[in-house]
């Protein structure tokens, strides 16, 4: 009879590990964006990541949690884009924020959230990671417009931004809304500055 040797370098697998899931949540943002909720399920999104399904449910049990922690995955890689941006001006920054409602990860998190109206189960998960990553993206925004929200209006005027860019997010989802977008983040620039001083 042979002597079994354990293993005693998990790391290569570790890795194997995470490369998988980081390929199963990228895919997942990318049918979601593509394909929206309906057309994206676990075995669409295992097979554009080249992985089985079960591999895929290895890693995330149902759907919800596959498409959950994918706008989450995403949401933090673009917080963290965010807040390694250097200082510049203002008209920079706004752009860098709108930005972050105009790509794959808002047309994503857009059909997450048409998703979540109508399914009790997966309601409160989205409603919860909106929440979440809403109060990150509004921090970041503060220490990137270096506002001061002890001054009184000066948070209403940051949210205010925020909603602004996610209104230019859902107009880009049915036409390219590029050239009026540059014209909308230059003026609010220009508010801004008015307006944070």
């Given at each position: ?24 949540l990228e ?12 057309g ?12 089985s ?45 709108v930005?972050l ?16 109206s ?20 509004h921090?970041?925004?503060v220490?990137?417009l ?12 940051v ?5 602004m860019?996610?209104g ?26 008015e307006?944070?001083?």
């Amino acid at each position: 009879m042979g002597v079994v040797t354990p293993s005693t370098d998990r790391t290569p697998k570790q890795d194997r590990s995470r490369a998988t899931r980081r390929r199963l949540l990228e895919a997942a943002v990318a049918c979601l964006a593509e394909h929206g909720w309906a057309g994206s399920t676990v075995s669409v999104v295992a097979e554009r990541a080249g992985v089985s399904r079960g591999a895929a449910q290895h890693h995330f049990p149902t759907r919800e949690d596959l498409f959950t922690a994918a706008v989450e995955y995403v949401a933090e890689e673009r917080s963290a884009a965010l807040r390694a941006l250097p200082v510049q001006g203002r008209t920079a920054v706004v752009a860098a924020l709108v930005d972050l409602y105009t790509g794959p990860l808002f047309r994503a998190a857009l059909q997450l959230w048409v998703a979540a109206s109508n399914e009790e189960q997966l309601r409160p998960r989205v409603t919860e990671l909106e929440a979440r990553v809403g109060r990150e993206t509004h921090r970041i925004a503060v220490e990137l417009l270096a506002a001061d929200e002890t001054e009184p209006g000066v948070r209403e005027t940051v949210q205010g931004l925020l909603d602004m860019a996610r209104g230019l997010g859902l107009a880009n989802v049915l036409t390219d809304d590029t050239a009026r977008r540059r014209r909308v983040v230059a003026q609010w620039a220009a508010l801004l500055d008015e307006a944070l001083g």
